[in-house]
DNA sequence: TTGTAGGCGTTATCAA
DNA sequence: TTGATAACGCCTACAA
């Protein structure tokens, strides 16, 4: 038979205070219908006794738990998604539980639906992270974050194939005969969609797309992926500006150009997405979009208490954020 | 009196199965003395079912959620520490909690001790914030990681210390007569201790320490601290190393001395601390220190779990990892 | 090898 | 206004 826990129990409270255990219960939940005085009866015993409600046998009984999971994958702005849900759980006085699922092994996912979980939040999930997802059984209200839509849930997400769309307008309004790409990461939602707004403006434009350059996130990927560029340029590829799907590839990106040559912005023009703290301060300052990541991670967030709380339609209805594009004062 | 979730539970299984509940809970938690024959049949019902084992009412009874707490305050480094922790819990199969605390309203604590977590970790901790939880009456084996020691439970962290004091005796053998600092976050114990590492390196040299530049993290705070120096030197105060507490404050560093015409590295040298990948790429590249962040973290939570899971000694007896001082390829 | 009984700490229902 | 009682879904101990 099961072991008493050694940490007080309502019934212990109840015996100081005189009561049943019920009556703490009542006290404890704030429920109406106890006499004032029996009611301060119990919360000394509380304190003295230094209770605290167990929330896990709460849990079982009431079917819900206060926690909200989020499966992440590592992707472009996972980190401020993750901070804009974790506030607005926070805010929402519930806890957050992080799982982080790599995309090639997805058994992560078993593990959180074993924990009693309110909702789940798919932050910039891959597709076949979905379709694992969706071909589980029984499974709590779910939300998309930066991800493909699928009937799992709403999605919510910055429209980054408007954003890398003006970019690349705005570099060829500059003069530029063509614009490079530099992807993000293969498999990553909003690389694909960077990348297809490129493309679209490419072709509002008439112009063939050149092959994009292999990237993913961060300075060394940055780095390898301009000498990539380099090397094209060496060859005789007419190479005069760049849009790096994220504002991290960019440090790398100048440093192998500076290498090959290839001065930013003199010889060529870089622009990137994301709008991270240090673009501002590269040499030169990196032109780029912000498609404020905690915000969305918030309002996903936000959505998806919205369903658990049973509030419908608070935020449901609109799918996405309009990103706050402001273009940094760049040099070119 | 309490509904029934509609999940299905061991129950249903044993009725599909023909067998009681209890021998379901064998086959489930893999306990011998099953027929196969028999076993076959539960796993099959299981199947047939969609069931699967409700962690609430396990944690209710074994007294063990499989719950790791990391309460977690915005610091250097915080992100790569807690990545480090995340991947150690998740090969241990456990989940992680995590919970941000405002070092200025703790109340995040109370929230995470409602919870059932089988083990606490303080990452990157105030004092202050190490006290309210040191007052909390039972709460679960603690491990402090990058925080001051506290009789809470062991301390995890690299040597910041000799880490700031390398680089500083590095600069001053470099021929540079002082060493000026832009400091951590407030109230930030890495930021103490390596500024505590750049005071001593500067006593053992016999200078006198010039007051430090309050500083913080990222970009954008570098910049502020950079205006201040660049004031700081117009004023006639020489200026000519500067070691930042952190890499993240150097892009804006470099900006502001850079447009106060203090180009970086010939009429200025800095040194950071940290290793992030960005530095290498900064022009020039940062001179830099890592302190394995990540393996800190992972140290940290294997700590934690021997604890958990009684495990004795394993890890426990060596309270910091020696950071792997590598000093990137600086220009000077 | 398998089933029965009892209890983990809480909440909900009903009666007093 | 308060108390008894029955779950929630599971695990441990013991009996069969």
Redesign the interface.
Known sequence: M??R???PGMVDVARLAGVSHQTVSRVVNGHPGVRPETAARVRAAITSL?Y??????R???T?R???IGAFTTPDIDT?RLLSGV??AV?AA?R??????VDPDDPT?VD??????VDGHLAVAPTTSLLATLGAL??RPPTVIVEGPSHPLGPSVGADHRGAARALTHHLLDRGHRTVHHVTGPPGSHIAAERAAGWRAALAEAGIDAPEPVPGGT???T??AAGRALADRHRAGEPITAVLAADD?LA??L??AL?DAGLHVPDRIAVAGIGDR??S????PALTTVDTGPRAVGERAARILLDMVEGREGTDTTVPATAPRTRASTGHW
């Open positions: 099961p072991v826990s050694g940490t230094g605290r409600r167990n929330a896990t046998a849990a079982l009984v079917h738990s206060g926690l980190d974790e506030a926070r006085g806890t957050l539980l992080i799982t982080v992560g593990r959180l639906l074993d924990r009693v059984p029984a961060g300075p060394d940055g780095h991290t440090a790398g100048f440093h500076a703290p240090e501002t301060h590269l040499a």
